[in-house]
């Protein structure tokens, strides 16, 4: 059985009547849950151990361009010979295309012999143009030169060479199907030239396979799933200057604009959040349904460049386009219904947000505060995404081992190689998405911990308020912010890793059953009888439970920490019976209060992923070298950052409502239920239960 707490907290009596001349915060604290602090320390030398590793192997180019039969990345300056700006893999060897894309075929399109180009070739409208491999050997050209004769040096070849072409051998090949630039790969359009065909029949060429198949080959390829995963990651990369503004200033400036108008105009605003919420997720949807191509002429389209408005490429990222805009319909619809139902109990959340903004003016540096998490936060997702191109991009450039015909000439031995022509890979180990899944949970959870540390802060700055009646006292030192900073430095840091590690580890094994589970349901193995559905439903349904109770009583346990440098368990035991008892009193008005601060949480993401959509359909992202294949990530990256930046600034109101309120429920059992440190305000929102009843209920 816990003892009283007003001897821990502050100078009044404690239900013993003992008194206790120590501060109104503890001050007499020691180091708590330190081996889970030594535990995170060792996390983060992994985590810079783990992305050097990412930093050394990998080269974020691969998620976009492809490799050519050297094994150079198009696009890399690095490469030999220099391919910057020859960004578009072209395969040379129609018959080689063909062959990959018939249904039994052993040979792989991985294999078929590929350049690195500045433009996608077109047949000839008189003639036969050319495409010949990089100069070298006896063709004495520059690499400037040989784009600028359109990558055709025919006239340079021997006889030996010009038959070695005209068997498909190479070094020069014939462009006989027209192509175009789909996400930096040249995909044959299967409607060859009759012309060029005609000149190549005339001078002695083999026969070259006309079908559908050579559409298709190279068309699963751009669509296989590595490939619409690479180019995700690519796009965040590529739209960095969104991410920096919509993910980043965007909501900062909006969460502070958020809080100032809490400080001034309280009443009115739950009203204009409840708006505003439901404004900004039509907006989303609807623009969900632009890129669909379900509303106007604005679906994205997998073709770069200038092309024939009659040629269609379909995409995935189109079906998950449309896909995203069925599920935010859904999410739009069940979100206006609920924000209609709550209309009636805003009155009540009203007066919990009085409370807060009277505390935001007192201790006005609450308002500052969260910049400082902000900046740590913003230099370690800087640091973090970088990683994680070069750990998603990592593995090895390597020969595949083949056993298919796939000679081709070689300009320095002077003869067609039939031992080493097998196109180039990167090859990956298991232990990379050993590596990438910890990456992703260390961000996860250092996330999870600067947000707890922030929200541990403005708790402890909050409860100095609270037990100082509301007045500025000498018990309250001049800079409470500070001061509660210096606190959790010196003894809580490992109650903190240990809290936001117990969210992260649930987090993750979340992820990892709903992975399972949407594998199962492709193999189309999940459980067909009632009962297996309904234990695969109910267990779904717990996990969010659990996943939901431990985010509160997180919460709770950070406030605890704060007033009384507890251990994380202690902490979280005396808030969860803190709150067990009093739940009749404060439950309504904590909950509505919450959902309001989540609302406008909300507001600011929402607000974050709009102008990503605006940015994101100019110019510079629609067109060339910065396309992005798809809106959908990087929109939900900058939906997710404008979420951790808002949640940052809006702890200052949330845990100021917390604090307050789990400081009453430990005044009033200090003092025979009637709290003597509690502001009027408080105490007629708590207390007067007919007037709630008359709020949320009406007349």
Same mark, same amino acid.
């Given at each position: 059985?816990?003892?009283?707490?007003?001897?821990?907290?502050?100078?009044?009596?404690?239900?013993?009547?003992?008194?206790?001349?120590?501060? +109104?915060?503890?001050?007499?604290?020691?180091?708590?849950?330190?081996?889970?602090?030594?535990?995170?320390?060792?996390?983060? !030398?992994?985590?810079?151990? @783990?992305?050097?590793?990412?930093?050394?192997?990998?080269?974020?180019?691969?998620?976009?361009?492809?490799?050519?039969?050297?094994?150079?990345? #198009?696009?890399?300056?690095?490469?030999?010979?220099?391919?910057?700006?020859?960004?578009?893999?072209?395969?040379?060897?129609?018959?080689?295309?063909?062959?990959?894309?018939?249904?039994?075929?052993?040979?792989?399109? $991985?294999?078929?012999?590929?350049i690195c180009l500045l433009d996608c070739p077109?047949?000839?409208?008189?003639?036969?143009?050319?495409?010949?491999?990089?100069?070298?050997?006896?063709?004495?050209?520059?690499?400037?030169?040989?784009?600028?004769?359109?990558?055709?040096?025919?006239?340079?070849?021997?006889?030996?060479?010009?038959?070695?072409? &005209?068997?498909?051998?190479?070094? #020069?090949?014939?462009? %006989?199907?027209?192509? %175009? @630039?789909?996400?930096?790969?040249?995909?044959?359009?299967?409607?060859?030239?009759? =012309?060029?065909?005609?000149?190549?029949?005339?001078?002695?060429?083999?026969?070259? @396979?006309?079908?559908?198949?050579?559409?298709?080959?190279?068309?699963? *390829?751009?669509?296989?799933?590595?490939?619409?995963?690479?180019?995700?990651?690519?796009?965040?990369?590529?739209?960095?200057?969104?991410?920096?503004?919509?993910?980043?200033?965007?909501?900062?400036?909006?969460?502070?604009?958020?809080?100032?108008?809490?400080?001034?105009?309280?009443? $009115?605003?739950?009203?204009?959040?409840?708006?505003?919420?439901? =404004?900004?997720?039509?907006?989303?949807?609807?623009?969900?349904?632009?890129?669909?191509?379900? =509303?106007?002429?604005?679906? +994205?389209?997998?073709?770069?460049?200038?092309?024939?408005?009659?040629?269609?490429?379909?995409?995935?990222?189109?079906?998950?386009?449309?896909?995203?805009? =069925? &599920?935010?319909? +859904?999410?739009?619809?069940?979100?206006?219904?609920?924000?209609?139902?709550?209309?009636?109990?805003?009155?009540?959340?009203?007066?919990?947000?009085?409370? $807060?903004?009277?505390?935001?003016?007192?201790?006005? $540096? &609450?308002?500052?505060?969260?910049?400082?998490?902000?900046?740590?936060?913003?230099?370690?997702?800087?640091?973090?995404?970088?990683?994680?191109?070069?750990?998603?991009?990592?593995?090895?450039?390597?020969?595949?081992?083949?056993?298919?015909? #796939?000679?081709?000439?070689?300009?320095?031995?002077?003869? !067609?190689?039939?031992?080493?022509?097998?196109?180039?890979?990167?090859?990956?180990?298991?232990?990379?998405?050993?590596?990438?899944?910890?990456?992703?949970?260390?961000?996860?959870?250092?996330?999870?911990?600067?947000?707890? #540390?922030?929200?541990?802060?403005?708790?402890?700055?909050?409860?100095?308020?609270?037990?100082?009646?509301?007045?500025?006292?000498?018990?309250?030192?001049? &800079?409470?912010?500070?001061?509660?900073?210096?606190?959790?430095?010196?003894?809580?840091?490992?109650?903190?890793?240990?809290?936001?590690?117990?969210?992260?580890?649930?987090?993750?094994?979340?992820?990892?059953?709903?992975?399972?589970?949407?594998?199962?349901?492709?193999?189309?193995?999940?459980?067909?009888?009632?009962?297996?559905? %309904?234990?695969?439903?109910?267990?779904?349904?717990?996990?969010?439970?659990?996943?939901?109770?431990?985010?509160?009583?997180?919460? @709770?346990?950070?406030?605890?920490?704060?007033?009384?440098?507890?251990?994380?368990?202690?902490?979280?035991?005396?808030?969860?019976?803190?709150?067990?008892?009093?739940?009749?009193?404060?439950?309504?008005?904590?909950?509505?209060?919450?959902? +309001?601060?989540?609302?406008?949480? *909300?507001?600011?993401?929402?607000?974050?992923?709009?102008?990503?959509?605006?940015?994101?359909?100019?110019?510079?992202?629609?067109?060339?070298?910065?396309?992005?294949?798809?809106?959908?990530?990087?929109?939900? !990256?900058?939906?997710?950052?404008?979420?951790?930046?808002?949640?940052?600034?809006?702890?200052?109101?949330?845990?100021?409502?917390?604090?307050?309120?789990?400081?009453?429920?430990?005044?009033?059992?200090?003092?025979?239920?009637?709290?003597?440190?509690?502001?009027?305000?408080?105490?007629?929102?708590?207390?007067?239960?007919?007037e709630m009843q008359r709020l949320t209920q009406?007349?």
């Open positions: 059985m816990r003892g009283p707490l007003g001897a821990v907290i502050g100078r009044y009596p404690s239900s013993d009547g003992s008194a206790q001349m120590g501060g +109104i915060i503890r001050h007499n604290r020691k180091c708590k849950d330190i081996v889970f602090l030594v535990i995170f320390i060792a996390f983060w !030398v992994a985590m810079i151990v @783990n992305s050097s590793f990412g930093f050394n192997k990998g080269n974020p180019l691969r998620l976009t361009y492809g490799i050519d039969y050297k094994g150079n990345v #198009c696009g890399d300056k690095h490469a030999h010979p220099g391919l910057r700006e020859l960004e578009l893999r072209y395969w040379l060897n129609p018959n080689q295309v063909y062959q990959s894309g018939l249904k039994d075929s052993q040979f792989k399109l $991985a294999n078929a012999r590929s077109v047949p000839s409208d008189d003639g036969l143009n050319w495409v010949c491999d990089y100069p070298e050997g006896d063709i004495r050209l520059s690499m400037n030169d040989w784009i600028d004769r359109n990558y055709d040096y025919f006239e340079f070849l021997t006889p030996e060479m010009r038959n070695a072409s &005209l068997q498909l051998q190479g070094p #020069c090949y014939p462009v %006989v199907f027209p192509s %175009v @630039n789909v996400y930096w790969s040249c995909q044959f359009i299967a409607r060859s030239s009759n =012309i060029s065909l005609r000149h190549w029949e005339q001078m002695g060429g083999v026969h070259i @396979n006309e079908d559908i198949v050579i559409d298709k080959s190279i068309h699963r *390829s751009i669509n296989s799933r590595s490939s619409v995963l690479k180019r995700y990651m690519a796009d965040i990369g590529k739209s960095w200057p969104v991410l920096i503004v919509c993910g980043g200033i965007l909501p900062l400036f909006l969460s502070v604009f958020w809080l100032l108008m809490i400080r001034h105009f309280v009443a $009115a605003m739950p009203w204009i959040t409840v708006a505003l919420f439901n =404004i900004l997720i039509i907006s989303v949807t609807m623009f969900y349904y632009l890129k669909a191509g379900w =509303i106007g002429n604005d679906a +994205i389209s997998p073709i770069i460049g200038q092309h024939d408005p009659y040629i269609q490429v379909s995409a995935r990222e189109l079906n998950h386009l449309r896909a995203v805009a =069925i &599920l935010m319909t +859904i999410i739009m619809v069940v979100a206006v219904l609920t924000s209609i139902a709550i209309v009636r109990r805003i009155l009540m959340a009203t007066s919990v947000l009085k409370v $807060a903004a009277k505390v935001i003016g007192e201790v006005q $540096a &609450l308002i500052i505060f969260p910049v400082i998490p902000y900046v740590i936060l913003g230099i370690f997702y800087m640091f973090w995404f970088s990683a994680a191109f070069h750990l998603f991009s990592s593995g090895e450039v390597l020969q595949n081992n083949c056993n298919t015909n #796939c000679c081709a000439y070689d300009l320095v031995s002077k003869r !067609v190689n039939c031992d080493r022509c097998c196109g180039y890979s990167v090859h990956y180990t298991p232990h990379i998405g050993i590596a990438i899944f910890f990456h992703l949970f260390g961000g996860y959870w250092a996330t999870q911990f600067f947000i707890a #540390c922030s929200s541990t802060v403005i708790a402890g700055s909050v409860a100095s308020y609270y037990w100082a009646r509301g007045e500025t006292s000498p018990e309250i030192p001049f &800079l409470p912010v500070f001061a509660s900073m210096k606190r959790l430095i010196r003894y809580s840091l490992g109650s903190i890793a240990l809290g936001s590690l117990i969210l992260s580890f649930v987090e993750s094994i979340r992820f990892m059953l709903e992975s399972m589970r949407r594998k199962l349901k492709v193999a189309g193995t999940t459980p067909d009888n009632w009962f297996g559905k %309904v234990a695969f439903h109910v267990s779904r349904f717990c996990l969010k439970c659990i996943d939901w109770t431990i985010r509160s009583v997180n919460r @709770n346990a950070y406030i605890m920490i704060a007033i009384t440098g507890k251990s994380f368990c202690k902490a979280s035991a005396i808030a969860t019976e803190l709150i067990i008892n009093n739940i009749l009193r404060i439950g309504r008005v904590n909950v509505i209060g919450d959902v +309001i601060l989540f609302l406008g949480k *909300s507001c600011v993401s929402l607000s974050s992923a709009v102008f990503a959509f605006l940015m994101l359909d100019t110019h510079k992202y629609r067109s060339a070298h910065n396309k992005v294949s798809s809106p959908l990530f990087p929109v939900l !990256v900058c939906w997710g950052l404008g979420y951790v930046v808002a949640t940052l600034f809006f702890a200052v109101v949330e845990m100021s409502i917390d604090t307050i309120i789990l400081s009453f429920c430990q005044d009033s059992e200090e003092h025979q239920g009637t709290a003597q440190y509690a502001p009027p305000l408080l105490i007629e929102t708590l207390n007067d239960q007919s009406g007349p």
